[in-house]
């Protein structure tokens, strides 16, 4: 089972990745194949979903959009910084005190 992940950019309903193609670009909604279909000139068939006025089209755009950026895992937090390996290579700390490795080559 699919899980719908994109939003036609002309009927508004939710589709899978597989059912919807992006003629126009990663950065404009993508649209069905039945929609994508309708606009290159290939006679509509009946799918059974009703057809959303624009502004239903442009509601559900903006609700996906919003959904998607809450989705978004934040970024990971800074690694601490661990200047042992500086102070080792510097001299400035004994062999003894960074895991027993010697600085005799």
Known sequence: MAVSEYVCGRCGHEFCPECVVFPFGLKKPP?????????GGVSRQHTGRPRLTERQVKDRLAEHRARAALARPSPPPPAPVDDAE??????????????GWSKKF
């Open 31 to 39: 649209l069905c194949i039945s929609c994508a279909l309708e606009a």
């Open 86 to 99: 500086e102070r080792w290579l510097d001299g400035s700390e004994r062999a003894e005190d960074v895991g």
